[in-house]
């Protein structure tokens, strides 16, 4: 069964700080990538995503992601971050015969001012 | 682009009624959106997949007769809770489905916030 797992629950970074979320999921098809943020009090947003092509995705306010087929992973970073980043920040995967999304468990960010 | 709303976003109700969310792409057509539950320091919970002009789809565990699913246009799907108890208080949170070429993305409203009491 496709799964999707987040290493880290809560990261807790200083601002200018960077940041690395790891995201690796278990699926030997054919996938697309996504992560998502969800800031306090609104709802979920598409930060980024990966189809195909350049495995280095960029997406919004800075971030970006490396898919990297050989480790199934799709690690988000930030080079430098902002106190508004502070979010949780999910990571989703679909099968390209399925598009139904597995999602982690989510990864809740809080930058220090 | 790729705007979905939600409404309401804050329902209270009495145990034993129903309640009905809508969700609807703004902006674009989807012929497949999708109900979540998100449990508090969970992740998202998928409900059931909501088909345009056919019944949906419910993952196990989803009574289908408590959480009614219509999808009766491309840009309209509701969720409706039957005979609503507190076990039932939840986020409940849409996400409509836009093809774009190659490209398959959801997008999330923001969510109702149901509260039974």
């Known amino acids: 069964a496709q799964s999707v797992s987040q290493h880290n629950h809560h990261v807790i970074l200083s601002e200018a700080a960077s940041l690395e979320l790891g995201c690796n999921y278990s699926y030997g098809g054919t996938v697309n990538l996504f992560w998502y943020v969800q800031y306090p009090g609104q709802h979920l947003q598409l930060l980024l995503k990966y189809f195909s092509g350049d495995p280095l995705v960029k997406g919004i306010k800075g971030f970006e992601a490396e898919f990297i087929k050989s480790k199934f992973s799709f690690n988000l970073r930030k080079p430098s971050v902002q106190w508004s980043d502070t979010a949780e920040y999910f990571c989703a995967v679909n099968a390209r015969s399925n598009y139904q999304l597995i999602w982690g468990a989510g990864t809740k960010l809080i930058i220090k001012p | 682009g790729a705007v979905v709303s939600q409404h309401p976003s804050r329902v209270i109700c009495k145990s034993g009624t129903s309640v009905k969310i809508e969700c609807r792409s703004l902006?674009?057509?989807?012929?497949?959106m999708f109900w979540y539950r998100q449990f508090p320091k969970k992740s998202l919970m998928l409900m059931a997949t909501?088909?345009?002009?056919?019944?949906?789809?419910?993952e196990q565990g989803v009574e289908k007769d408590k959480f009614l699913i219509n999808h009766a246009s491309l840009t309209l799907s509701t969720l409706t809770v039957t005979s609503a108890h507190p076990e039932d208080s939840s986020f409940y949170i849409c996400?409509?489905?836009?093809?774009?070429?190659?490209?398959?993305?959801?997008?999330f409203g923001p969510g109702t916030r149901l509260t039974v009491l």
């Open positions: 909501s088909n345009e002009g056919s019944k949906a789809t419910y």
């Open positions: 902006d674009f057509q989807a012929t497949t």
């Open positions: 996400s409509a489905r836009r093809l774009a070429g190659f490209t398959d993305t959801q997008y």
